[in-house]
């Protein structure tokens, strides 16, 4: 969608499920050569049946997109979508891959269509223009790895006579990119070069800033126990005291918790993402570096970055608020440097948060349910869906 909407291609979108809601999608399908549409991509995790369905019912070009979204990595719902019966192809990218869907529709688009094709065009000439930026830095980096102008590879560093002297300090490491510590961040379109960066620093074990629809928050790889040891520690909090999880899909929640009754299904339907973290019974041994009781604290953020962080780590986040324990939370990236200096290893700046509050923490470990932080979320709107189940 954000690929779409960057090159200016008009689009639709519905959700739809093959097997809970078919009248709604033959209902789509049927009116759609009448929109305009000409291409579809569908996505789907799990057994995937949703674009083989909707290639069975239409002659549009379909390509199918398979999420990983479930215990497998995705693979089932790669072999579902790509292996169809003759007859009825659905064109199939990698798993996750859903700007490759996107590229590979606008080229069959542009087939016909001048404006696409350039729009096209100038997509392929903005990576061509990253690749030579990357390799202007590598070359100021390492100017000796710089290829001759005659094509061939550079060997003047090999063959310098130059001898560092013995007691020389080692150099040191390089790894490969340019790690800064405060990045700017769109907070609605957040860069995914800034975001792999972001999920690369957390799965190295490091602790990073970013913006939630509340307060900024530190967050670590809630699956790393020396990350949230290290979590604890810059904030000043004892280990013992658990730490809150943030998610980004409910197929995240199913490996981490039992299933929840009914009115608390639907009171997250309601309110996540949003300021809303639920203490519920976890799953056995997981997550035990995040806590060693029998229950833990998820959230799923109504932040485009944060999410977008969760979404490429493919892992919970162990995080809390960017402030000492205790004290006021951070609402700007420029107050979390204040705090925390380079004890945090990145920090994601999108601006300031709302800064309306944090979230209101409810626990549905048992019945009656226990308000146990009032937050931006009132008691109010918790009543309207648990009703006398509220404590």
């Known amino acids: 969608m954000k690929r779409l909407e960057a090159l200016e291609v008009p689009f639709e979108m519905c959700i739809a499920s093959a097997h809970r809601t078919p009248e709604r999608l033959v209902e789509w399908l049927d009116g759609a050569p009448g929109r305009g549409v000409r291409v579809i991509i ?3 995790g799990a057994a995937a049946h949703l674009p083989g369905v909707v290639a069975s019912k239409t002659v549009l070009p379909v390509i199918g997109v398979p999420f990983n979204a479930s215990p497998i990595g995705g693979t089932d719902a790669l072999f579902s979508i790509v ?10 990218v990698g798993i996750d891959s859903a700007e490759n869907a996107v590229v590979l529709a606008l080229h069959i688009l542009g087939i016909a269509d001048a404006d696409i094709a350039e729009k ?6 903005a990576w061509q223009d990253k690749i030579a930026d990357h390799n202007a830095k590598l070359y100021e980096a390492y100017p000796n790895a710089r290829p001759d102008t005659d094509g061939s590879a550079s060997v003047k560093a090999a063959a310098s006579t130059e001898v560092p002297p013995a007691d020389a300090p080692p150099a040191p490491p390089h790894t490969g990119r340019s790690l800064d510590h405060l990045r700017r961040i769109n907070a609605e379109r957040p860069d995914i070069e800034i975001i792999e960066q972001a999920a690369e620093v ?7 800033a970013l913006p939630t629809d509340t307060v900024y928050g530190v967050a670590a790889d809630a699956t790393n126990a020396e990350a949230v040891a290290k979590l604890a520690e810059i904030k000043g909090r004892p280990a013992s005291k658990i730490i809150p999880v943030l998610v980004e899909s409910d197929q995240i929640l199913r490996d981490l918790l039992d299933p929840f009754p009914d009115e608390v299904e639907s009171l997250l339907r309601k309110h996540w993402p949003g300021p809303l ?6 799953s056995a041994d997981v997550l035990c570096a995040v806590t060693t009781e029998e229950t833990i604290g998820l959230r799923m953020p109504d932040n485009m970055v944060a999410l977008g962080v969760i979404s490429m780590l493919d892992r919970p986040l162990a995080t809390t608020s960017a402030n000492l324990s205790g004290a006021t939370p951070a609402t700007t ?8 200096g380079k004890k945090v290893d990145l920090v994601l ?11 209101t923490v409810l626990s549905v470990a048992e019945r009656p349910y226990q308000i146990l932080r009032e937050g931006v979320l009132t008691r109010v709107a918790l009543a309207e869906i648990l009703g006398e189940a509220l404590a």
């Open 333 to 340: 990236a420029d107050e979390v440097v204040r705090l925390f």
């Open 349 to 359: 700046d999108a601006g300031p948060t709302s800064g309306t509050g944090v979230s």
């Open 83 to 92: 292996q169809m019966p003759p007859g009825i192809p659905v064109a199939t």
């Open 42 to 44: 569908a996505g789907a």
């Open 202 to 208: 957390l799965r190295g074990g490091g602790i990073v």
């Open 120 to 125: 096209i065009k100038a997509y392929r000439a």
């Open 277 to 282: 973290t639920v203490v519920a019974p976890k």
